[in-house]
């Protein structure tokens, strides 16, 4: 009977399957599944910027409705207009319905095994030939212009005096007399007594050379082969001026408080313990790695002194060709303010510094007098049109219901308030106007070219580039002749308040 029982149980639950209408869950809500993926912004990357580019999300969106939304998913980031570098946040790749339940879901990355086929000999790339580095030799230098350049100014600094003109006359010996002619051996007269003979064309016998060492233990002779290359001979000089402390190819040098200035030495030179001034010794190799004036005369008024030592053969004109303007003679240059104490005046500089054309207080009609026998027009602080589309600055409070019908036309919308800082509202625009920008700090090279740069100047602002100028936003009050070195590179810099 217990068996007959189970198979009658059984024969119940097949009917039930196969033949009775499918159960249903009726008045129970389907929850919508919104897709995120993990996104870290790297250095220079801005969030509205990534939306665009990278996940193709038009503006009237991202201002509207994914930038609230991003709020909401990370809601550890106080401020989407100051995110670190590297800072991982949330991106939903799809918007949630409104008014409806949904979920999170976060894809998990999946391992991929790739099986790559072996290159062909024939495709592979030669290694490349390293070519010998090419020293400098005393024998290739222009000895006028090291003596001028650098060993004068090093002597000055160390007590010491440079005698490039006239006979030398040596104390007498054994009954006989020595003496040189300067102009062809200068002499480095140190203030520890010592005399440095530079036979900087190898012209001193060896015979003399020997007579100079065995009877006068404080002269010195450098150096006694053509071959040796100027790093080597200057590192010696360097050492023999009995400076302070002397630190080759060290860490880079840092001075400054708002403006930062970093400074590379083959040499750095600290003449004395009771002060702070630093020199700094480069070799410098093209005229195009030389130190602007300007930035020279700037370093001084920080206690730092450049000695540049050029390798580079140049002549009378190309010398006078590479005169720079200081940019003091003419006064005090004056630099722009932006006010952003009152809001839309200092919106509509910034608009006109990113060279955009705007209006103000335009109505903006939703509804006109069709059919419907309606006309609706909503007056917006700030227009602009950028790339065909109509996009709509607001500081005045809107009801929710007259900026959805904004929204509904497909007009972008930036608002704006009063409570906001200067670097979120320039940021909040630049971002708008889909302006890529640097910040928090911006660093510049000194020199014409990056390579071989040895000094940058790094100043705290907001740095952006159209199509006819760049423009620095700094709440710093710029030293005059960083203002004069941020022209002469072309970038118009502005101060905000």
Do not use: C
Not at 231 to 242: G, Y
Not at 359 to 382: E, F, Q
Not at 404 to 425: I, M, N, S, W
């Amino acid at each position: 009977m217990k068996i007959k029982r189970h198979y009658v149980l059984f024969l119940i639950f097949l009917l039930s399957t196969f033949l009775l209408p499918p159960y249903t869950l009726e008045g129970v809500e389907e929850i919508a599944e919104v897709v995120v993926q993990r996104h870290t912004l790297l250095p220079g990357e801005h969030l509205t910027n990534v939306l665009r580019n990278t996940y193709s999300i038009p503006d009237h969106l991202i201002f509207n409705e994914y930038l609230n939304f991003i709020r909401e998913l990370n809601p550890d980031v106080k401020d989407l207009n100051t995110m670190q570098d590297y800072q991982i946040i949330l991106i939903p790749l799809n918007l949630p319905p409104k008014n409806k339940n949904y979920k999170i879901i976060i894809p998990q990355p999946e391992d991929v095994s790739v099986t790559i086929p072996p290159m062909p000999e024939h495709k592979k790339l030669k290694p490349p030939v390293l070519k010998p580095e090419r020293k400098i030799t005393l024998e290739r230098l222009n000895i006028s212009r090291l003596l001028k350049d650098g060993l004068a100014v090093l002597l000055e600094e160390s007590g010491g005096t440079i005698q490039q003109e006239g006979i030398h006359e040596f104390p007498d010996f054994e009954g006989s007399q020595l003496s040189l002619d300067t102009t062809i051996y200068p002499l480095l007269q140190l203030k520890n007594n010592t005399t440095i003979i530079l036979d900087l064309k190898n012209l001193l016998p060896p015979d003399i050379q020997e007579i100079i060492q065995s009877n006068w233990s404080n002269y010195k002779i450098i150096p006694s082969r053509n071959d040796q290359d100027v790093e080597s001979t200057l590192d010696h000089i360097i050492k023999e001026m009995s400076f302070f402390n002397v630190i080759k190819d060290g860490e880079p040098l840092v001075r400054g408080q708002d403006v930062l200035v970093k400074i590379m030495g083959d040499w750095t030179v600290y003449p004395t313990s009771g002060t702070q001034k630093v020199l700094i010794v480069n070799l410098i190799h093209s005229p195009e790695h030389k130190a602007p004036i300007i930035i020279k005369n700037y370093l001084e008024e920080l206690a730092i002194k450049l000695v540049d030592i050029t390798l580079f053969e140049q002549s009378e004109d190309e010398v006078s060709s590479m005169i720079e303007y200081t940019g003091e003679s003419a006064g005090l240059p004056k630099i722009s303010k932006i006010d952003f104490t009152d809001k839309l005046p200092s919106v509509d500089t910034l608009l006109e510094l990113a060279e955009q054309d705007y209006s103000k207080n335009v109505p903006i009609s939703v509804y006109s007098r069709d059919s419907t026998g309606l006309a609706l027009n909503i007056t917006i602080d700030r227009t602009f049109v950028k790339n065909g589309k109509k996009h709509l600055i607001y500081l005045q409070n809107k009801s929710p219901k007259l900026l959805h019908l904004l929204t509904q036309q497909g007009f972008p919308l930036l608002r704006l308030t009063d409570k906001e800082d200067a670097v979120t509202t320039i940021k909040k625009v630049l971002d708008f106007l889909n302006i890529h920008y640097q910040s928090p700090l911006i660093t510049f090279a000194a020199s014409k070219t990056d390579q071989e740069n040895k000094i940058w100047i790094n100043i705290p602002g907001i740095l952006f580039k159209t199509e006819g100028k760049k423009v620095l936003l700094t709440h710093l009050e710029l030293h005059h002749k960083l203002i004069s070195f941020l022209r002469g590179k072309g970038i118009k810099p502005t101060i905000y308040q």
